[in-house]
């Protein structure tokens, strides 16, 4: 999947060692990898068992939901059986997207070497009433050896699955992405870091510091390096895989907090004809929206996809709210209805194209620990369009808002406005969204 580098968007032209990605507040693009898009569980998962069964030193692993059905188990089998070959394999889950199956999860892990760890656990009551609690891991990351990473939406759960709505025949529209290259080194290098963070309290760059100060710093250096075993990134070798260039973006509360929503307002502000968005939660800043209404009045052809069948109403209605602004100024609007819809990909002029965890609301573009790999290769974007052309043409076109005009309309808006800030401010930020 090669092409010319195309002049969107127009991000930093230097290009840094990969270990020092994480201090840019842009994108660091790497040039040399090979990227390949999977849809849903039913490709996601046998990719990674396959990996993990080749998996020779080891294995690392960040969802915020694991499952205990038949799909998830596989995974849990899998990592068994690597860490029984010796390979050393690390798993940290969210506490409260996999709250319901932790203890089957230990009760699987446990009797085995799988260093299986938990972000932010609410194993106390008082754990719930913590405002940091409402911080989650959100991400959905692997990375086996150092050599093959996984990106995407998809949580560790059958796709036909739903937690609340229980068993569907159809599967949730969802994505992933399997990479090789250079842009590994930084996938794993965050996995590394949540994983310590959840074990120790403290990621791998406050290790860092803390060691800079010891008073026993040989000791804490050995312990760190055990733990951790930071390695620069590899030198690809011309030919060896695709010349696609990818950026690792993420979403936290130290260097990067608001790093995807600049690069996706970015993207859609340097577009010339099409931004396609597809995402199960909608609820943008005033930038943002700003940005898809400036690209539709300019010309560019911008249609969003949302959810049709509903997971959580109140969602929803947090979408549906801004139908009258986003019609108003041109947007497609259109509901997924043959199932849920879980996918968070957007893909501007088919030429650049990023796909991840975050979703456009506050909990992922503020809160969450968030991450997306950002591709700019007109075959891989190509693909990521037809899938979404696929899924719009399944899907029904909003033509007017259906929350009518009037007070209600103004209430409802004011409403979710309402909710949102009350939200954010109890976990801790302040300022406009």
């Known amino acids: 999947m090669s092409e010319q580098r195309p002049a ?23 040039g040399g990898n090979d990227v390949t898009l999977l849809q849903g569980g039913d490709q ?37 059986a690597a860490s029984l070959r010796g390979v050393r394999v690390r798993l940290v889950v969210d506490g409260f997207g996999s709250h319901r ?15 299986l760890v938990v972000f932010r656990p609410l194993t106390r009551w008082w754990n719930w009433l913590q405002p940091g609690q409402l911080r989650r891991l959100h991400q959905k990351l692997c990375v086996v050896d150092g050599d093959v990473a996984f990106v995407g939406g998809i949580n560790l759960i059958d796709d036909r699955h739903d937690l609340h709505h229980g068993w569907t025949d159809q599967p949730r529209f969802d994505f992933a992405l399997q990479v090789r290259g250079p842009v590994v080194a930084p996938i794993e290098q965050t996995v590394r870091a949540i994983w310590t963070r959840a074990a120790f309290g403290r990621d791998w760059r406050q290790e860092v510091l803390a060691l800079a100060r010891s008073t026993e710093p040989l000791h804490r250096a050995r312990r760190l ?6 390695q620069p990134a590899r030198a690809v070798p011309v030919g060896d895989v695709e010349p696609v260039e990818a950026a690792f973006l993420v979403r936290d509360n130290l260097r990067q907090r608001r790093s995807i929503e600049r ?40 249609r969003l996809l949302l959810q049709g069948k509903l997971d959580y109403r109140l969602a929803g209605l947090a979408a549906e709210v801004l139908y009258d602004e986003l019609l108003g100024h ?21 030429r650049w194209a990023t796909l991840g965890s975050s979703n456009v609301d506050p909990l992922s573009l503020l809160l969450n620990l968030e991450a997306n790999l950002a591709v700019r290769d007109a075959e891989l974007a190509g693909a990521m369009g037809a899938a979404f052309d696929q899924a719009v043409a399944a899907s029904r076109q909003v033509t007017k808002p259906s929350l009518a005009r009037g007070p ?22 302040n300022g406009r969204y």
């Open 330 to 350: 041109g947007v497609e609007v259109f509901e997924y209805t043959p199932a849920f819809l879980h996918a968070k990909m957007v893909v501007v002029d088919r």
């Open 44 to 80: 996601l998962f046998p990719a990674l068992r396959r990996a993990m069964a080749a998996a020779r030193h080891e294995i690392w692993l960040a969802t915020y939901i694991f499952e205990t059905d038949d799909a998830a188990r596989g995974i849990v089998d899998s990592l068994i």
């Open 225 to 230: 390096l055990k733990q951790l075993r930071i």
């Open 263 to 302: 690069s996706l307002i970015e993207a859609i502000r340097s577009a010339r004809q099409s931004v396609d968005l597809v995402t199960p939660y909608f609820y943008p800043g005033r930038a943002f929206r700003r940005a898809l209404g400036q690209a539709a009045q300019r010309g560019v052809k911008v």
């Open 408 to 429: 209600w309309a103004f209430l409802r808006r004011a409403f979710v406005a309402w909710l949102a800030h009350s939200y954010l401010r109890l976990a801790g930020l």
């Open 8 to 30: 969107l968007p127009q991000d930093d032209e230097a290009r840094p060692h990969p270990a020092a990605w994480y201090l840019h507040p842009r994108p660091v693009w790497l």
């Open 101 to 115: 199956s932790l203890s089957q999860l230990q009760e699987w892990l446990s009797p085995h070497p799988v260093g």
